[in-house]
Structure formats: structure tokens, C-alpha cells
């Protein structure tokens, strides 16, 4: 059975840093790409990051480029989300998500698994 357990998500004001971290079991993990996902009420999911299963390349949304930085440790089976610079639209619940490789890997529906989601608040 695979699981993402998602942890550290919190309240924080604008201008902090929260540091997320996703937990899998159950699936290959080095084998799999992972991203992060959010979504805020009322709006889409969005892509926010992603990594490939070697952790060789890192893609990030627009929205967070240059604030954010995706990472991975394959001996541990997690993957981590550091955010800076917070804003307050960068409240929403972020998801952990994995899939094969070979997909595309912006596109939340190409995504086989899914964690449970972590909220995350900013506060301005």
C-alpha cells in the first residue's frame, strides 16, 4: 500500500520560510518522480514542484521560482519543499504526489499517488 504522509505545514507570517516534508512507503521511491501541488479555496490545484527520481532535475512554478527549492533523499524516502519569502497567495494546502517517470511531470492528473495535504498559512 503506498502512502504520502505529508508534515510542516503551519501559520507563518509573510516574509517566513516553512520547510515541508513528504514521507513515502510502499513504492520504489528512487524509481519515481515527486512533485508538490497546491490548492487554494475556491481556485485549481496548481504546480508548484517537482523532481525526478534521481534528483537530477528540479522544475519549479513560476509563482515560486527563485523562493522555493525542491530536494530529495532517496535513502530516507522523502522529499522536502523549503519555502522563503513567503506571500500571503502562497496560502493553500500543498499535496505531495508521486508517479513513474516518463510522465509529464507538470500535469497533477499524470499523478498516481497523493498525500493527504498539509495546510499552509500566511499571514500578511
Known amino acids: 500500500q503506498v502512502r504520502l504522509v505529508e508534515s510542516g505545514g503551519g501559520l507563518v507570517q509573510a516574509g517566513g520560510s516553512l520547510r515541508l516534508s513528504c514521507a513515502a512507503s510502499?513504492?520504489?521511491?528512487?524509481?519515481?518522480?515527486m512533485g508538490w501541488f497546491r490548492q487554494a479555496p475556491g481556485k485549481e490545484r496548481e504546480f508548484v514542484s517537482a523532481?525526478?527520481?534521481?534528483?537530477?532535475?528540479?522544475l519549479y512554478g513560476d509563482s515560486v521560482k527563485g523562493r522555493f527549492t525542491i530536494s530529495r533523499d532517496n535513502a530516507k524516502n522523502t522529499v522536502d519543499l523549503q519555502m522563503n519569502s513567503l506571500k500571503s497567495e502562497d496560502t493553500a494546502v500543498y499535496y505531495c504526489?508521486?508517479?513513474?517517470?516518463?510522465?509529464?511531470?507538470?500535469?497533477?492528473?499524470?499523478?498516481?499517488?497523493w498525500g493527504q495535504g498539509t495546510q499552509v498559512t500566511v499571514s500578511s
Open positions: 504526489a508521486a508517479q513513474t517517470a516518463g510522465r509529464n511531470i507538470y500535469a497533477d492528473s499524470q499523478y498516481t499517488n
Open positions: 510502499g513504492l520504489p521511491f528512487s524509481l519515481y518522480n
Open positions: 523532481i525526478t527520481y534521481s534528483g537530477a532535475s528540479t
